[in-house]
């Protein structure tokens, strides 16, 4: 049987370093900057103003938190209104774990897939 070993995942799915590198690349999402501590976040989203830019509409912004050994332990989503290119937006967000591992943000598609991930760690 003649496996492929082109492209960005391997013949079992597991993505290559080439991914994350094409999905950001792809994505109408410039960058993601965070502030504060889990208990208090402030997330800024900031679109591109150049190809690939366009409207971004039914996206959600979702934080997981993960505790000691790397356990998902409390997941948030917050709905983003829609932004034209080049707009950005700030929205909060709040775990109830005292001393979490590393956060993972990911600005979803509509699709349910991932645009941007950035990772927060203590």
């Known amino acids: 049987m003649r496996q492929r070993v082109h492209g960005v995942v391997d013949v079992y799915g597991v993505p290559k370093g080439s991914y994350d590198l094409l999905r950001n690349e792809s994505s109408p999402v410039e960058s993601l900057t965070v502030e504060g501590h889990p208990a208090s976040f402030k997330l800024t989203v900031r679109t591109r103003k150049t190809v690939p830019a366009y409207t971004l509409q039914g996206y959600v ?8 050994g790397e356990i998902p332990v ?31 943000f990911d ?8 645009a941007y991930t950035l990772a927060w760690t203590a």
């Open 61 to 68: 912004l979702r934080g997981v938190c993960h505790g000691y």
């Open 74 to 104: 409390e997941r948030k989503d917050v709905e983003l209104p829609e932004l034209s290119p080049g707009k950005e937006i700030t929205v909060e967000m709040a775990f109830t774990e005292a001393l979490p591992w590393r956060v993972r």
């Open 107 to 114: 600005v979803m598609r509509p699709t349910s897939f991932s």
